[in-house]
């Protein structure tokens, strides 16, 4: 059984607790990463133990967040989640944690609610902001290296101010962290302003490979196996790469489909534009997210999983 609880909550729970490891989910973002870099500082600054785990190693591109990284072995007596969803989102090597998590601090909507606590806002449009406010709760000092990792989220999950989740809340938060310290134009840069060679081949694939459905309003891409041996790109060149075609004149929803390392097994990142609900598309799927935003996990065939996605999108659109 879950227990809802506020951000004062939250906070006066983090104070009270140390040894502490806190969870981010597998194929992390900026958003896990850097608000569990911010929560894992703070409570190190508060003279606690505190280490980050995630299933995948943590991609080059977030070195600058220093997150210190848990052994595997030290000691253990406080488990956190931070912008996970569910339980699946946590990969194998972690899933030993799935029922042992003490508090799940999130933004998802689709939260399965698997956490002995849970503070969750699902109006928020970044894990990043949740965490700033219970960090101001808390009472500790924002330095701009804190600041850095909380703009790493809040600036990732909202396409850098543009998505419609984000609210003016969300840019007061983004203009406070700027004030107390973090590299705004650095970070802008980092993560919308500059792309490797491989990111770009991917886009070069993209704009020669997709497909269009439904009087062009759903824009559809398969990342082959072979592509991705081929290019054999970072995480983090995929970045972007689901939500580029919603820059396509028309299209309300985007599908990007590529292969796990499972055989027969494929994850689906859906983007939607203002009249399409994205997570309902996925939740269709076992999958969830965000209304503009989502992710599934799909096994089958190619042939099998594209019918599935499509199925699910004419759906959407037909209402």
């Not at 956190?80 to 909507?109: E, Q, R, W, Y």
């Not at 490797?196 to 497909?211: I, S």
């Amino acid at each position: 059984m879950t227990t809802k609880i506020d951000i004062q909550s939250t906070a006066q729970m983090l104070m009270a607790k140390d040894n502490i490891l806190i969870l981010c989910h597998k194929n992390p973002d900026g958003d896990t990463l850097g608000s569990a870099a911010a929560l894992c500082h703070v409570l190190t600054a508060m003279g606690k133990q505190a280490v980050v785990a995630c299933h995948n190693r943590i991609p080059a591109k977030y070195d600058y967040l220093n997150i210190p990284v848990w052994d595997g072995v030290s000691e253990i007596d406080y488990v956190v989640s931070v912008d996970v969803a569910g339980v699946n989102l946590l990969g194998d090597t972690l899933s030993d944690f799935a029922h042992k998590i003490d508090l799940c601090i999130d933004h998802h909507g689709s939260n399965g609610e698997y956490a002995k606590c849970l503070c969750l806002k699902a109006d928020y449009p970044a894990a990043a902001q949740l965490m700033y406010e219970i960090i101001c709760e808390m009472g500790v000092e924002i330095t701009p290296h804190i600041a850095d990792c909380l703009y790493t989220g809040l600036i990732t999950d909202t396409g850098c101010f543009k998505y419609s989740s984000t609210t003016p809340r969300t840019h007061e938060i983004g203009a406070r962290l700027m004030e107390l310290g973090a590299h705004h134009t650095m970070l802008v840069e980092k993560f919308f302003m500059s792309k490797t060679r491989k990111a770009v081949m991917l886009e070069k694939y993209m704009l020669n490979n997709l497909e269009y459905y439904y009087d062009d309003r759903c824009a559809l891409l398969v990342l082959t196996r072979e592509t991705i041996l081929e290019i054999q790109p970072d995480p983090t060149d995929l970045d972007g790469l689901s939500s580029m075609p919603r820059d396509f004149e028309g299209i309300d929803v985007s599908v990007l489909i590529r292969p796990l390392r499972e055989e027969g097994s494929y994850k689906l990142s859906i983007r939607t534009g203002e009249n399409v609900n994205a997570c309902d598309i996925a939740a269709a799927l076992g999958g969830g997210g965000h209304l503009r935003a989502a992710g599934c996990e799909v096994v089958g065939s190619i042939e099998t999983v594209k019918k599935a996605i499509l199925k699910e999108v004419e759906n959407a659109l037909c209402q």
